[in-house]
């Protein structure tokens, strides 16, 4: 970088978490709806509606919680809540593949929106090792006298390259 900066945290894993979290609110109202026709349309075994509906609301209580640690960890560019971050991360894919793939009844539609909701959890946990690397990594911090020393470089090299 020509010259260095103190910010670290990651602004993409910042806006992804801010999108997740309009995404889960969306996620969970087509799930609800989804149940809602299961529960008309197809013969459930006992007890197990109640407990599938259920684990939609602890999954997005969990989910929320993740973006949480998420959220603030990126922010404050404290590494121990990036870590709970990516193990909420786990929880929160387990839950998502019980969606994709072990409920009941899967329709196409949750098949879709969880496989999508697997695929940001994936791209925010990337994001959140690369921050975490980053913010492991010491940065070299520039004086002043070297801040100038620098600009000065730079607008030689310009004026040099702009006479060519």
Excluded at 67 to 83: A, E, M, S
Excluded at 86 to 109: D, E, K, M, P, T
Excluded at 128 to 143: A, D, G, Q
Aim: charged share 15%; glycine share 2%.
């Amino acid at each position: 970088m020509f010259l260095t900066s103190s910010l670290r945290s990651s602004i993409t894993l910042q806006i992804l978490l801010h999108v997740n979290i309009i995404y889960t609110i969306f996620w969970q109202i087509i799930e609800i709806l989804c149940f809602i026709f299961k529960f008309y349309n197809l013969p459930y075994p006992t007890n197990a509606f109640g407990i599938e509906l259920s684990m939609t609301f602890l999954l997005v209580l969990n989910d929320f919680i993740r973006q949480f640690f998420g959220i603030k960890g990126n922010l404050t560019q404290r590494i121990p809540l990036l870590i709970t971050f990516l193990v909420f991360n786990a929880f929160c894919s387990l839950g998502f593949v019980f969606f994709l793939i072990w409920q009941s009844y899967v329709q196409r539609v949750e098949i879709i929106l969880s496989s999508l909701a697997l695929l940001i959890i994936l791209i925010e946990t990337i994001f959140s090792i690369v921050t975490i690397i980053r913010l492991i990594i010491p940065v070299k911090f520039l004086t002043p006298q070297q801040k100038l020393d620098r600009i000065r470089e730079a607008r030689e090299n310009f004026q040099k390259n702009k006479s060519e």
